[in-house]
């Protein structure tokens, strides 16, 4: 009996002994965003290794204020996330709840076309889209430009069809026969049922647009209406700019989504898991 | 189930515009694109300037070259540390678990902004990844300014950013095995080592196969990395990934007919070798 368990403990050693040194390295870039963000660029980037922070934050927010109007691009950012996750949870709740609860003229052909080029590469459309919303209808550089398109995200469809699917269709059935109408059991029965699925995808939405890069990146290149992601990677490459500055604008983008992980770690899991599984 | 077609178009039409409109009319488009000549003021049907072209292009062979290489370096590697991570969270003795997972699983939510600033910064040629190799009395490596050191970077960005993501689906695999599966093998004397290999690993080979299949269709289409952490695709061309290449083509030259081959062709890629993958690690009775 002792034998076993001390074989048990030195498994146990094991594993952390395997696991510690791995973690801190996987912390180190993270710790680092956020101790460059507290240094001028002489601390960045003196002969010294230094893994404690500094106090010139405000400084670099400064820097990085003045060198690309982080404030207004974060702004941005957050109205552009937000109405696309709105925009976004309504749209493909609806369809999902159409593709789980009725039988319809073209139902296979709409599931086959969603699943059959589900896992297409973005770079298929890109260019046609860019065509459309920036030279046929010159609309670059609009909010229209950044939350619309992006819409088409079909993963939304298939995780809120297979949500309303495993609900009890009695229940649907039992307020058909009172005469209830199917839009307010839709909205009054369903979507509070679906509600634990409803957040895991708004917080997969969400996260998906406050770190979208290439199409604002190519859709609004104008200073003005340029998102938070777009005005940090701007600066990067360039030579008389202040690398404070642009870990102060990582840390901005990073940390209200860490610790909305931190909160919401069951959701974000349930989110990314269902994402692979779609 | 009843039949309702209108109530069920009330509730899809909304989305199904969008979805035709952005992404089934663009794949269309982009198809028709990619044989017509897009350098002319009028686009006209000539293949030959745009999958012509993709044979003969110096420039994409080395695109299409680096993309592979990061492939079949990269996507083992990850796929690898990942089944590892996963089942050493997974362990029942394990503490403070909720830091662990931090540790692994806080890069998905990091955006491809930040972290190539980041990784940029850290392998600068005087920055701190160097300081240490000099602190501990190592040669530093010029990481940014050397070919090879490049693309050992672009390697390790993307096993830091994706390690916990593939290990999150992995996971998710792991506790649908049933507990009493091990409990039976653990009675009958069946060490833990071998217990992973023979009944653990054959167990989680749809997950793993998923996990590669999607790591695929990322690489093929690797952009912000090379873009941002070697300076569009620097040294000289030797990070420029097909991702890279295309946005080049496409919206620095606008050659747009050309960029439309080239998106076909990444298209065809990621089909086949995840086709390929499929076909290797399907169940053999």
């Not at chain 1, 240094?39 to 820097?63: C, K, Q, R, Y």
């Not at chain 1, 139902?107 to 046609?128: E, N, S």
């Not at chain 1, 642009?246 to 959701?267: E, K, N, W």
């Not at chain 2, 680096?66 to 996507?75: A, E, G, H, R, S």
Request: aromatic fraction near 12%; proline fraction near 5%.
């Amino acid at each position: 009996m002792s034998g076993r368990s001390s074989a048990q403990r030195r498994r146990n050693i094991l594993l952390h002994a395997a696991l510690a040194p791995l973690a801190l390295i996987w912390l180190f870039p993270l710790w680092m965003m956020f101790i460059f963000s507290t240094m001028d660029d002489n601390g960045i980037f003196s002969p010294h290794v230094v893994l404690t922070p500094s106090t010139h934050f405000l400084e670099n927010f400064n820097a990085l204020e003045a060198d690309t109007g982080f404030i207004r691009a974060t702004t941005i950012s957050i109205l552009v996330a937000t109405a696309y996750t709105l925009l976004s949870v309504t749209l493909t709740s609806m369809a999902g709840w159409a593709l789980a609860s009725y039988r319809f003229v073209g139902k296979g052909v709409v599931l086959a076309t969603i699943l059959g080029t589900l896992t297409l590469p973005y770079f298929v459309v890109v260019i046609p889209q860019f065509i459309m919303v920036a030279r046929d209808f010159h609309l670059d550089n609009t909010w229209f430009a950044l939350i619309v398109p992006p819409l088409f995200n079909s993963l939304g469809v298939l995780f809120m069809r297979q949500s309303f699917a495993m609900m009890p269709s009695e229940l649907f059935d039992a307020a058909r026969v009172e005469g209830v109408k199917e839009w307010r059991i839709f909205l009054y029965v369903a979507v509070p049922l679906a509600r634990p699925t409803l957040a895991a995808l708004s917080i997969i939405l969400f996260l998906h647009s406050w770190n979208n890069y290439l199409w604002p990146l190519l859709i609004n290149s104008q200073p003005a209406m340029m998102t938070a992601p777009v005005a940090l990677g701007s600066l990067i490459g360039l030579t008389k700019v202040s690398w404070g500055g642009i870990m102060t604008g990582a840390v901005i983008l990073t940390a209200p989504m860490l610790v909305l992980f931190v909160t919401l770690q069951r959701h974000f899991i349930a989110g990314i898991s269902a994402g692979a599984v779609k | 189930m009843r039949q309702r077609t209108q109530t069920a178009y009330a509730f899809l039409t909304p989305y199904l515009l969008i979805f035709l409109a952005f992404w089934i009319w663009p794949i269309i488009n982009s198809f028709w694109l990619s044989f017509l000549n897009t350098r002319s003021a009028n686009w006209t049907f000539n293949p030959r300037m745009t999958w012509g072209r993709l044979l003969v292009d110096p420039a994409f062979a080395n695109a299409l070259q680096n993309t592979l290489v990061i492939l079949v370096i990269q996507v083992p590697i990850m796929i690898a540390l990942a089944t590892v991570l996963a089942t050493l969270l997974n362990s029942p003795a394990l503490k403070v678990r909720g830091l662990f997972r931090f540790a692994f699983f806080a890069p998905v939510v990091v955006g491809e902004v930040a972290y190539a600033a980041m990784f940029r910064l850290l392998f600068n040629e005087f920055g701190i990844i160097n300081k240490m190799l000099a602190g501990i009395g190592l040669t530093t490596i010029p990481w940014l300014s050397d070919p090879n050191a490049a693309m050992a970077v672009i390697i390790i960005a993307l096993t830091w950013r994706w390690a916990g993501y593939n290990a999150i689906i992995i996971l998710a695999g792991l506790q649908s095995i049933p507990e009493d599966v091990y409990e039976a093998a653990t009675l009958d004397g069946v060490s833990k080592v071998r217990q992973f290999f023979f009944m653990t690993l054959p167990l989680l080979k749809p997950v793993i196969l998923l996990c590669v299949v999607l790591s695929v269709i990322g690489t093929m289409q690797l952009f912000s990395e090379p873009f941002l952490i070697t300076n569009r695709g620097g040294p000289g061309q030797a990070t420029e990934t097909l991702g890279l290449f295309l946005y080049r083509q496409g919206f620095n030259a606008f050659n747009f007919g050309y960029a439309s081959a080239v998106a076909y062709t990444i298209a065809a890629l990621a089909i086949a070798i995840s086709l390929l993958n499929l076909w290797l690690g399907r169940e053999r009775e």
